[in-house]
């Protein structure tokens, strides 16, 4: 048994850490964690937007076995791991798991990029569209996970690959990756400067990764004129107006793959960090802000109004 420290959200955007004894029963491991990512899922519930308080949350932990029940086979103390455990309950010291939730962390991965929960996510956005020889890709939305899919496309024979966001610093880093160009979403000439770069032909694809109502319309207006792919891979878990002929008239096919969308999670996760371990996913570019656990209330700010520079987030406690 050991003392945990995790964070609780007492009430919309107000954290208090507190404690409690964990103890593994035969079934499950004790896992020290040593980094979460902090995602923007966490942070509708730390606006309430969504959920109840008093909660903790965290959902992207990383971690060592520090104890193993008398059941478990396959795993030993001193295990590196990722995956589906403490699920918003990771912003702690010490989580609990159980064997088919855990993945372990390749050697040579350092444990801060092994962001298993949020790849798993990409796996699962990259497999439900992948584009086909030729095609022209356009990427709404150049955050951490619009980053990730931009990533995950490099390199897949698309005659385009543009990257899209309103930050010029967000889309320089979009270049860095390998985007074959990247284009400012508040550009009045925005649709005519993707009718220059697809020949008139449009998007082929289209990745959605923004949650907003807005930028979902306009990468709807860049898409080809027959049976295109529309990803709608942002959260939407708030009302919002969509003129939908911008996709019946095409025909579109519009995805939507998030977690419940994939057949097997664990499987994505898999690919996912097959992929990270391959160099397919630039991690260490993308991790911009490190915080310990005493400081999870600055950092919930700093992530929610995104500090110029700030893509990702880790909680380190």
Known sequence: MVLSRYAELVEPGKFVLKEEQL????????????????????????????????????????????????NVKGFQPGDRVTGLFAYLRSFATYGLA??????????????????????????TILRAAPPELGDHVLVMGSGFMGLLVLAGLVGRAAASLIAVDVREDRLALAKEIGASHTLNAKDPDFLAKVKEITNGHG???????????????????????TRPRYVLAGWHGQPGTYTLRNWTTLGAIILTPHPSFSLDQMEDMRRAMDGLARGVFPMDKLITHRFSLDDIQPAFEIAMTGAEGYIKGVITP
């Open 203 to 225: 998007a082929d694809v289209v990745f959605e990764l923004t949650s907003s109502a807005e930028p979902v319309e306009l990468a709807a207006k860049t898409m080809r004129r």
């Open 23 to 70: 103890a593994p029963g035969d079934d499950q491991l004790l896992i020290r964690i040593t980094h979460c990512g902090i995602c923007q899922y966490d942070g509708v519930y730390y606006k309430g937007i969504i959920g109840q308080t008093p909660m903790s949350l965290g959902h992207e932990p990383v971690g060592v076995v520090e104890a193993v029940g008398r």
């Open 98 to 123: 159980e064997p088919h939730q855990l993945i372990k962390v390749p050697d040579h991965v350092p444990s801060e990029q092994a962001l298993a929960e949020p790849l798993k996510c990409i796996a």
